[in-house]
């Protein structure tokens, strides 16, 4: 299959076979000619590139053999070419193809059916990850089909409801995962979310996607002694861990997944300013998406819990990011990370200064150190949960409930479920 770039192509070209946008999406007939409203979605849209099993051609094909001579004689004899068929509408509903039958049912009426909506896509995407691992594991099956499919479905989601996904994550950390399981779809829901702030075109957004839930790949050949335990490891243990992102960049070679899906996967422990591993690259040398990863795994890691530490408190560990000591992750990716979460992360339970309790519901794009917080056990006029602005003289998030006044509130409002009402 040839690929032609969208820059070169003019309207009223024809081609030989049918232009197709990936494998499954063909976006125009061999019989009608490339049209200028085409052409303009595709480049709003950020592709770049069409591919055809054919070549460019000036007139018309001519008809298949197997249709008659009789209808081949009427068409030349009547109409010319009919009009370009204008399909723009079908490029800007390209995204929403797949997921139409979802979207009927996931369009809730407020947002606490919204918060519900978004837990059940968290934990069947959980035990999606946890069924993908095991079944590579076991039979050494991976599906880039099917995992892409999932990614992309989980990018659509996410595009219209990032806030309600990331909110739920602070409280939906099952205890009976495997914690790459867990860390691998919260590293990559941050991810996405990310990549979604840095305006990164669908396409590369599920390879980003793609490359983040496989990240820790690797790890699956290695003992689970290594990475499962709470003792200190040895040195050859250590230097036997270091190894997982060559082995998770030489399984998903092995599978013909893209080679930027696979320098994802093999970076994600490089560091700007050389320190990382397995190659000490330097920033320039990194791939945007190991920079991407990189950044989400990482404050991953620093707030869940794990047999061997506590978690860090999510406020603490964006302004320990922020920070960015010894230069080590993109701040662009940071700051877009912030401006994901917030200063008080989403789903955290904040003081205010006005002595009162509620959640980081939303981040403010104007202010993104003040998240709008969702005030505890507390309504407006019309019984939605009330919200309020911090930022102001009046009004400012004192800091974050430590996990110990966290659990004694919920214990006081056993009304309230962590991160939803």
């Known amino acids: 299959m040839t690929s032609f770039n969208i820059a070169?192509?003019?309207?009223?070209?024809?081609?030989?076979?049918?232009?197709?946008?990936?494998?499954?999406?063909?976006?125009?007939?061999?019989?009608i000619p490339l049209s200028e409203p085409l052409i303009q979605a595709l480049t709003d849209w950020q592709f770049t590139q069409v591919f055809s099993?054919?070549?460019?051609?000036?007139?018309?094909?001519?008809?298949?053999?197997?249709?008659?001579?009789?209808?081949?004689?009427?068409?030349?004899?009547?109409?010319?070419?009919?009009?370009?068929?204008?399909?723009?509408?079908?490029?800007?509903?390209?995204?929403n193809d797949d997921t139409k039958e979802a979207e009927k049912t996931i369009t809730p009426i407020s947002d606490s059916e919204k918060l519900e909506m978004a837990e059940n896509i968290y934990n069947d995407y959980l035990n999606y990850t946890e069924r993908m691992f095991t079944r590579f594991a076991t039979h050494k099956e991976l599906d880039i089909k099917i995992i892409s499919g999932r990614i992309k479905a989980l990018c659509l989601f996410m595009r219209d409801n990032t806030r309600y996904l990331l909110r739920i994550m602070q409280s939906s950390i099952p205890q009976n995962k495997n914690f790459l399981v867990s860390h691998a779809l919260r590293s990559t829901a941050l991810a996405i979310s990310i990549g979604l702030q840095l305006r990164i075109p669908l396409n590369k957004l599920i390879e980003l996607g793609i490359s983040c839930i496989l990240h820790e790949l690797g790890m699956l050949k290695l003992p689970p002694?290594?990475?499962?335990?709470?003792?200190?490891?040895?040195?050859?243990?250590?230097?036997?861990?270091?190894?997982?992102?060559?082995?998770?960049?030489?399984?998903?070679?092995?599978?013909?997944?893209?080679?930027?899906i696979c320098l994802g996967v093999l970076e994600h422990h490089e560091k700007e300013n050389s320190s990382g591993y397995p190659q000490k690259l330097d920033g320039s040398k990194i791939s945007m998406y190991a920079k991407i990863i990189s950044v989400a795994c990482t404050f991953e890691s620093m707030t869940a819990k794990r047999q061997y530490k506590d978690p860090q408190n999510s406020n603490a560990a964006i302004i320990e990011l922020l920070k960015n000591t010894g230069n080590q992750y993109d701040e662009n990716v940071v700051k877009a990370l912030l401006f994901s979460l917030s200063l008080f992360p989403l789903g955290t339970y904040v003081y205010l200064s006005d002595g009162k309790i509620g959640i980081s519901a939303e981040v403010n794009p104007a202010d993104p150190k003040n998240p709008i917080v969702e005030l505890i056990n507390e309504t407006d006029e019309n019984g939605r949960p009330k919200t309020v602005q911090p930022g102001g003289r009046d009004l400012s998030i004192t800091r974050a409930l430590t996990d110990n006044e966290l659990a004694d509130l919920l214990k006081s409002m056993p009304q309230i479920k962590a991160g939803l009402r």
């Not at 070169?8 to 019989?31: A, C, Q, R």
């Not at 460019?56 to 068409?75: F, G, H, R, S």
């Not at 399909?87 to 995204?95: K, R, S, Y």
């Open 225 to 260: 002694q290594l990475y499962m335990t709470d003792r200190p490891l040895t040195i050859s243990e250590k230097k036997a861990v270091l190894t997982h992102p060559v082995l998770g960049y030489d399984i998903l070679k092995s599978y013909d997944f893209p080679l930027s």
């Open 8 to 31: 070169e192509l003019k309207p009223g070209i024809f081609f030989s076979e049918d232009l197709v946008l990936d494998k499954t999406f063909i976006l125009l007939n061999n019989m």
């Open 53 to 95: 099993n054919g070549t460019v051609q000036y007139e018309k094909p001519a008809e298949k053999e197997e249709i008659q001579e009789e209808k081949i004689q009427t068409a030349a004899n009547t109409t010319p070419i009919p009009p370009p068929v204008d399909v723009t509408d079908e490029i800007n509903t390209i995204l």
